[in-house]
Each structure stands twice: as structure tokens, then as C-alpha cells.
């Protein structure tokens, strides 16, 4: 067989070996600590899981519609980014300046308030509390109502922070738990009105 295949038969014996070895000593450790041994294939495992995930996600095919059930409306988004980027988180809308501005509160014009997000601001948050982000001061509004999320891959996107039976978040006039944010949307909180704008 010659010397090649010499070395490869006694690497193929010891692989076996090894092998064995292993599931005697995982075979073992499970009968005396099972919870032991499970813990221990998930931390061994969830790396590999996690660098899958992030690696389908990013080949994903760009033009391929991405469904989501919301509340009763269904939302159906390209993943592809305008600008004509092919889908690369640069084409994103979440890398554009928005703007939230108030157009009613209530019986007042709100219009006086608005608010941007800054370069890094990922989160924003809106409400009647004073440590809001987009503090509103109506009592049909909820201490904390919705939350604005910027995200690279879907743009920018509003949940509803209020329980299912408080004064609900509507974006164009549906309700929704969860949704995503297009330039010119209108979003009412209980009486108050916003409207969302993209600037940049």
C-alpha cells in the first residue's frame, strides 16, 4: 500500500478510537448527570447555530418577498433597499434621517414638537412619561405607547409598547402591534397624530 496509505490507515484507527472513546465518556457522563451533559452540547452547539443563522442571512436572495402577520394586516416588504443598492444595508431607508413630528395632541396642534433621530440613535421611544424620547401629554396617550426602531435590513419600524386593550397604535388608520414606517406615514396614539418623515 505504501507509506501514504499506511499513515492514512493508522489516522483513520486512531479517528475511530477517539471516536469511540468520546461516546463512551459522553455516554457515561449522561447516565450520571443528563442536565450536565445537555448544557454542555448547547454551549458547543449554539455557536455553530448562531454563525449559521447570521450566514443564511446574509444570503438570502434580495428580491424574495419577506411576509409578516401584524395584528390582522399582513405586511409584505422587498428586502431590497431603494436607491438602487441591490439590498445592501446601505440602500436601506434606516440610513436616512426621519423625522417624527407632532400634527395634533389631543384638541391642541402639536405641531410645534417634532423629533429626528441622531446619526446613532437606534431606538425611540414615545409616551406621556417625562423620560420618553417624544414625550406626548394627552391622557389618551399611555405612559409608554410605542417605540420607533431603526433597523439596516427593514427601515424603520413602530411597536405598540400599550397592552392589547389600551388606545392601540395606528399607522394610516389600521392598527397594528407591529409595523414598518414609510415616508408620509400618519401615526395616531390615542387623539394624538404624528406624522413620519423621512429627510434625508
Do not use: C
Amino acid at each position: 500500500m505504501g507509506a501514504v496509505g499506511d499513515i492514512w490507515l493508522s489516522v483513520t484507527e486512531f479517528v475511530q478510537q477517539a471516536a469511540g472513546a468520546i461516546g463512551a465518556a459522553v455516554g457515561l457522563g449522561y447516565d450520571t448527570a443528563p442536565a450536565l451533559i445537555f448544557g454542555l452540547a448547547v454551549i458547543v452547539a449554539l455557536p455553530a447555530l448562531m454563525i449559521g443563522g447570521m450566514l443564511l442571512r446574509r444570503v438570502a436572495p434580495d428580491d424574495v418577498p419577506q411576509t409578516s402577520k401584524v395584528g390582522q394586516t399582513q405586511i409584505v416588504a422587498m428586502k431590497s433597499g431603494s436607491g438602487g443598492s441591490g439590498g445592501t444595508a446601505k440602500g436601506s431607508p434606516a440610513f436616512a434621517a426621519a423625522t417624527l413630528s407632532v400634527q395634533a395632541e389631543g384638541d391642541s396642534d402639536g405641531s410645534a414638537k417634532a423629533y429626528t433621530f441622531g446619526d446613532g440613535q437606534m431606538v425611540m421611544r414615545i409616551g406621556r412619561e417625562a423620560d420618553n424620547d417624544l414625550r406626548l401629554e394627552h391622557p389618551t396617550v399611555h405612559r409608554y405607547h410605542a417605540m420607533v426602531q431603526r433597523d439596516f435590513e427593514e427601515g424603520y419600524l413602530i411597536s405598540d409598547l400599550a397592552n392589547p386593550g389600551g388606545n392601540g397604535v395606528f399607522v394610516n388608520g389600521t392598527r397594528v402591534s407591529h409595523g414598518k414606517l414609510s415616508d408620509g406615514d400618519e401615526i395616531t396614539l390615542g387623539e394624538a397624530r404624528l406624522k413620519f418623515e423621512i429627510v434625508g
